[in-house]
């Protein structure tokens, strides 16, 4: 198959595209860095004419996420339509519809929006936190010594099972949209406190109130989830 990968050159999107080769699919690789800026597209439809698929893991920063997201989706949405591209598949986060008082997760679900309404085929996978996520608050959050960290519960999974179940979405052995977490529910607090245990640091870890709708439970996978990979403990030890 033709597999275009918007965010080819991402964490997720440079993995998706190695899997895909390995496979012996064509992939095209759309981003900045090879030339195409989704946020002002230029000669993206011809970069799509016989794409069989187009699958979306962009991403952008927290303070411009409210924009980047929905002008992606209506970008790249409108060049999928415009050259044929039956399929377009978007990488989500499982409770964007539950965490209206968390801007990113708005921004999220106004890119599923704007992707259904522009584009055909639209499946959307909606993944819950990536298991080196606990890493990325404690370095992002730290100040002065001490890390303030939102005391919510998690479920995070594995990026290699995000990246085959996109792919088996891609190439239509898995149809619909689906949601997608690790084995075992965590806190993303307690995660914290287990790295800077790990690490020897005498970091100190606070925990600090975050959006009410993630510390009711919305960023955990509802019962219809697929539960796959290593638990975020599992991987830890594999990772260390
Ligand atoms: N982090 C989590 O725990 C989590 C959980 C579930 C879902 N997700 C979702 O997973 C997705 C992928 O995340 P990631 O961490 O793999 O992202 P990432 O590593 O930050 O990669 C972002 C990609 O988007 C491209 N990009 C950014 N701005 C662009 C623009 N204007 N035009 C074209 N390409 C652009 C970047 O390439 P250039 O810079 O070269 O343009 C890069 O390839 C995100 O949508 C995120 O919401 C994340």
Not at 154 to 176: M, N
């Amino acid at each position: 198959m033709k597999i275009a990968i918007a965010g080819a050159t991402g964490r997720i999107g440079a993995q998706l595209a190695a899997l895909a080769r390995s496979q012996g699919h064509d992939v095209v690789e759309i981003a900045r860095e090879t030339g195409f800026d989704l946020l002002a597209p230029v000669g993206l439809e011809d970069a799509l004419a016989g794409a069989d698929v187009v699958v979306d893991v962009t991403a952008a920063p927290l303070e411009v996420a409210g924009d980047f997201f929905p002008a992606v989706a209506r970008n790249l949405g409108g060049a999928a339509a415009a050259a044929g591209v039956p399929r377009t598949v978007v990488l989500s986060i499982v409770g964007v519809d539950r965490s209206p008082d968390y801007d990113y997760y708005v921004a999220k679900l106004e890119q599923e929006e704007a992707y259904r309404a522009t584009a055909p085929g639209v499946v959307v996978l909606r993944a819950t936190q990536f298991h080196d996520f606990a890493g990325q608050m404690l370095e992002w959050n730290t100040q002065d010594g001490v890390a303030h960290i939102i005391d919510v519960p998690t479920q995070p999974v594995d990026t290699r099972e995000i990246v085959k179940l996109l792919l088996e979405v891609a190439t239509g052995e898995v149809e619909g949209d689906v949601d997608l977490a690790g084995p075992e529910q965590e806190n993303l607090v307690e995660q914290v406190r287990r790295l800077v245990e790990r690490a020897r640091s005498d970091v100190k870890v606070e925990a600090v109130d975050g959006p009410p709708s993630m510390m009711g439970g919305s960023m955990l996978p509802g019962p219809d989830a697929l539960l796959r990979g290593p638990s975020w403990a599992e991987w830890l030890e594999q990772e260390g």
